[in-house]
């Protein structure tokens, strides 16, 4: 047997791994000493040459080759200067969690692939589902994501608003034909999946019906009540209402009690989309802000957001753990009748997938090392910082603050000695930083509805920063914003 024959489990596993674990954590510290920045400092074309060159020239040694060219050539978020997305450096203890998960490889499609990772799955889960403030009838799943989070709350909601409408079970029969048209409720600002999710499930992207927000961009709740009263007039048939605690861009948090009476009120489903802000769940100081959310029917948290997991770590949870059926399945070879009646449970009814990682661990061991409280403190970190940073962009005489960060992240601009090269110079400053290698920062653009603000001159077009290292430190944020503003010099007096 070669060295790259050897398996990762049994007795041997940990020997055969422990040199390849050597190998990895050197080259990891090599690439991202080559790199020295949140960067490599490169276009696109010069990296993809330089990662052929690598391939070409390297005889061997390939786990240490491309790994030190995988950390050499990533944005790195455990870098303080690497701030644009929600996109998290995780804790090294949930990575080494998340190695014994990758090493065991247990799927959770069936109880014989997975024991243990069942019984921790389905514990984890109750655990977040009295934090979100259900009871104990909820019932949940680990997913991908918000965008399988988001698409399972709607598809679920269809499957019982329009179940109960018409006798079927939609599961089965697929939508009905003709009678009223189904509609989806979501805000400008919520995220794209919401619509992806419309369009997956037969509804189409058109019946998601975009409700206006205010400046924070939070969902207005007057215009909700309005577009509700208006579709039911039209005799349309509301199936959800999708609110946002977090949006991607702002961390704006719908206020979901006001969002909950009208969505009751018309029969439709209430998801509230937490991918971003659950986070604020495990800060004492930040969790007021999600009042209302145990009204949902679906709720979406992303631990690889605001919970410092690798990739993936969704969660989906339902109140009512009944609402779940349209998604039951028996598959005679994964979970069959009799063995559930034996005492073998099996998760393969609450997931869209078949084959399952284990991603309740990594949350599960980071849950118990640092405790609510000691994750909470990540939290606030993350918001003071943000809030530093925003200061120093009011104070910044070349820099524009669009509104005060709620969570961890904000819009803002250069502003332009000409108002009408705005969009323009902050587009282009954005992709110089990237290629000096010297900042990652977000490039978004506000809603068509709050362009051109009073006093604020023309553009849409906006940075953002998103702080996730609850390590950055203000003198890191001093650099970053002074990097910000100097390539914005240099862009406005370049051709
Ligand atoms: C990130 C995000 C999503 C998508 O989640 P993924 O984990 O990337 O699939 C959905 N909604 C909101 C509000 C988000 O911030």
């Given at each position: 047997?070669?060295?790259?024959?050897?398996?990762?489990?049994?007795?041997?596993?940990?020997?055969?791994l422990?040199?390849?674990?050597?190998?990895?954590?050197?080259a990891?510290?090599?690439g991202?000493?080559?790199?020295?920045?949140?960067?490599?400092?490169?276009?696109?074309?010069?990296?993809?040459?330089?990662?052929?060159?690598?391939a070409?020239?390297?005889?061997?040694?390939?786990?240490?080759?491309?790994?030190?060219?995988l950390?050499?050539?990533?944005?790195?978020?455990?870098?303080?200067?690497?701030?644009?997305?929600?996109?998290?450096?995780?804790?090294?203890?949930?990575?080494?969690?998340?190695?014994?998960?990758?090493?065991?490889?247990?799927?959770?499609?069936?109880?014989?692939?997975?024991?243990?990772?069942?019984?921790?799955?389905t514990?984890l889960?109750?655990?977040?589902?009295?934090?979100?403030?259900?009871?104990?009838?909820?019932?949940?799943?680990?997913?991908?994501?918000?965008?399988?989070?988001?698409?399972?709350?709607?598809?679920?909601a269809?499957?019982?608003?329009?179940?109960?409408?018409?006798?079927?079970?939609?599961?089965?029969?697929?939508?009905?034909?003709?009678?009223?048209?189904p509609?989806?409720?979501?805000?400008?600002?919520?995220?794209?999946?919401?619509?992806?999710?419309?369009?997956?499930?037969?509804?189409?992207?058109?019946?998601?019906?975009?409700?206006?927000?205010?400046?924070?961009?939070?969902?207005?709740?007057?215009?909700?009540?309005?577009?509700?009263?208006?579709s039911?007039?039209?005799?349309?048939?509301p199936?959800?209402?999708?609110?946002?605690?977090?949006?991607?861009?702002?961390?704006?948090?719908?206020?979901?009690?006001?969002?909950?009476?009208?969505?009751?009120?018309?029969?439709?489903?209430?998801?509230?989309?937490?991918?971003?802000?659950?986070?604020?769940?495990?800060?004492?100081?930040?969790?007021?802000?999600?009042?209302?959310?145990?009204?949902?029917?679906?709720?979406?948290?992303?631990?690889?957001?605001?919970?410092?997991?690798?990739?993936?770590?969704?969660v989906?949870?339902?109140?009512?753990?009944?609402?779940?059926?349209?998604?039951?399945?028996?598959?005679?070879?994964?979970?069959?009748?009799?063995?559930e009646?034996?005492?073998?449970?099996?998760?393969?009814?609450?997931?869209?997938?078949t084959?399952?990682?284990?991603?309740?661990?990594k949350?599960?061991?980071?849950?118990?090392?640092?405790g609510?409280?000691?994750l909470?403190?990540?939290?606030?970190?993350?918001?003071?910082?943000?809030?530093y940073?925003?200061?120093?962009?009011?104070?910044?005489?070349?820099?524009?603050?669009?509104?005060?960060?709620?969570?961890?992240?904000?819009?803002?601009?250069?502003?332009?000695?000409?108002?009408?090269?705005?969009?323009?110079?902050?587009?282009?400053?954005?992709?110089r930083?990237?290629?000096?290698?010297?900042?990652?920062?977000?490039?978004?653009?506000?809603?068509?509805?709050?362009?051109?603000?009073?006093?604020?001159?023309?553009?849409?077009?906006?940075?953002?920063?998103?702080?996730?290292?609850?390590?950055?430190?203000?003198?890191?944020?001093?650099?970053?914003l002074?990097?910000?503003?100097?390539?914005?010099?240099?862009?406005?007096?370049?051709?």
């Amino acid at each position: 047997m070669t060295e790259g024959e050897a398996l990762s489990g049994g007795v041997g596993g940990a020997g055969a791994l422990e040199p390849l674990l050597r190998t990895v954590l050197d080259a990891l510290a090599e690439g991202a000493r080559r790199r020295a920045g949140p960067i490599p400092a490169r276009t696109p074309g010069e990296l993809a040459a330089e990662l052929d060159r690598v391939a070409s020239e390297s005889a061997g040694g390939w786990l240490g080759v491309l790994t030190a060219a995988l950390a050499y050539g990533s944005a790195d978020p455990a870098d303080p200067l690497c701030a644009a997305h929600l996109h998290c450096p995780p804790l090294a203890v949930a990575v080494a969690a998340d190695l014994a998960v990758s090493a065991l490889n247990p799927s959770l499609d069936s109880w014989d692939q997975a024991p243990a990772a069942t019984v921790l799955e389905t514990s984890l889960l109750a655990e977040l589902a009295r934090l979100v403030g259900y009871g104990t009838s909820a019932a949940g799943v680990l997913t991908s994501g918000g965008t399988e989070s988001n698409l399972m709350g709607l598809m679920l909601a269809r499957d019982l608003v329009l179940g109960r409408a018409s006798g079927e079970r939609i599961e089965l029969s697929g939508l009905p034909g003709g009678g009223p048209r189904p509609r989806v409720f979501a805000s400008e600002a919520a995220h794209f999946s919401t619509r992806r999710a419309a369009a997956l499930l037969g509804l189409g992207e058109d019946a998601v019906v975009a409700v206006p927000v205010d400046r924070e961009l939070r969902m207005d709740a007057g215009a909700l009540a309005a577009a509700l009263r208006e579709s039911a007039g039209r005799g349309e048939r509301p199936v959800a209402v999708v609110a946002t605690a977090g949006t991607t861009d702002t961390g704006a948090i719908d206020p979901l009690r006001e969002c909950a009476e009208p969505a009751a009120e018309y029969g439709a489903w209430l998801h509230v989309d937490a991918a971003y802000g659950g986070g604020a769940l495990l800060s004492d100081r930040l969790a007021p802000l999600l009042d209302g959310i145990a009204l949902a029917d679906s709720v979406s948290l992303d631990w690889h957001k605001l919970g410092w997991q690798p990739a993936a770590a969704g969660v989906f949870l339902v109140r009512r753990a009944e609402t779940y059926a349209s998604l039951a399945r028996r598959a005679v070879y994964l979970n069959p009748a009799d063995d559930e009646e034996a005492g073998y449970p099996s998760l393969l009814g609450y997931s869209l997938r078949t084959t399952r990682r284990a991603d309740a661990f990594k949350i599960a061991v980071t849950l118990r090392t640092l405790g609510r409280a000691g994750l909470g403190r990540l939290v606030d970190a993350c918001h003071d910082l943000a809030r530093y940073a925003a200061a120093g962009v009011r104070a910044h005489p070349r820099l524009e603050l669009h509104a005060e960060p709620v969570l961890t992240a904000f819009l803002f601009r250069y502003a332009t000695a000409d108002p009408a090269r705005s969009d323009a110079v902050n587009a282009a400053l954005r992709r110089r930083l990237l290629r000096e290698g010297t900042a990652v920062v977000g490039r978004t653009e506000l809603p068509e509805g709050l362009a051109g603000e009073p006093g604020a001159g023309p553009g849409r077009v906006r940075l953002k920063l998103t702080l996730l290292n609850p390590h950055t430190t203000t003198s890191d944020l001093d650099r970053l914003l002074r990097a910000v503003a100097a390539a914005g010099e240099a862009e406005e007096s370049g051709p």
